[in-house]
């Protein structure tokens, strides 16, 4: 889709991110609330629209190139990924976003999203999670609950589900965060750290699906419950949590548990936050409903739970070209299609 022109004397706003195109997803739908927000983040990130490229595949997320001004490509089932990485080995100047779902992305994509995060290019995936098929009308999906009762599973479900934190680790993924769609500042600030990530950035987010899988984030989003149920990851701080920060966790050997601040341990007792150790980030994405050693549940961490610096594959590529070139000149492609074995056929 092309890019309609703003005024250039003018610096853009969120509203030269919108489009003309009738927002098509459920009233409620999370949806908006990520749309919005990356409309918002755009226009901080210095980059021009002509160089934004926004890449989908199929489900109700990957709608959203139609409905920011900028490139973008609406692909096929669990594709995005493909597309994206062939678009950034030819155009490496460009800022893509790969817009995707946890059906699109870790089912009939899964594979192809752990080839990009493996060879790093520098892009952004942005995994809309709300557990469940919702284009297709409320099938389970790859990230759903056991014992999930839905359309397709009218007996409860029976798949142990997928944690996308702790796959895509395994896939070694060089940005690794999660927020979710009813904290738009929290959700802000994710955008533009996956986006000053030089590499593949990879950022869950929680979506409400309202009309088939309503409330499945609920615990972490409403008011009276977030501040209990919810961890948000600092950077070089203790990893505290509850109303008052009265909670915090800390390790014993490598094990995680759930504490009381007060007179036995303080902040300085609990775990503080390295975004580079590899290692304690693969714990936390594993704090996902784990009983801690009193009972009862770890909080769901958010924030970014690991970075690190690795060379991206076009980058690579380029400088692998160039090497080539300098060592044996430019190539010539008759010749290479003719290769060494020609015959001459004679009467």
Known sequence: MS??????????????????????????????????????????????????????????????????????MHSIHGRATAVASGLKAARPELSVWIITGDGDALSIGGNHTMHLLRRNFDVNVLLFNNQIYGLTKGQYSPTSEENKITKSTPNGSIDHPFNPIALVMGADASFVGRTMDRDPKHLQFMLTRAQQHKGSSFLEIYQNCNIFNDGAFEIFTEKGTKPEETLFLEHGKPLLYGATQQKGIRLDGLKPVVVEIGSEYTADDCWVHDERDFYKAQILSRLFDSPSKEGG???????????????????VMANQIAEVIASKGKGDLNKLLRGREVWEISE
Request: aromatic share 14%.
């Open 3 to 72: 890019v309609a022109e703003a005024p250039v004397s003018t610096a853009l706003t969120a509203k030269d991110f919108v489009t003309d195109q009738e927002v098509r997803w459920c009233p409620g739908c999370g949806d908006y609330s990520i749309l919005a927000q990356v409309q918002k983040v755009m226009p901080t990130i210095g980059i021009p629209r002509e160089n934004i490229v926004m890449v989908s595949g199929i489900g109700c997320s990957s709608r959203f190139p139609y409905y920011m001004n900028t490139y973008g």
């Open 297 to 315: 549940h770890f909080p769901r961490p958010f924030g970014v739970f690991f970075e690190t610096d690795r060379a991206c594959y076009e980058d």
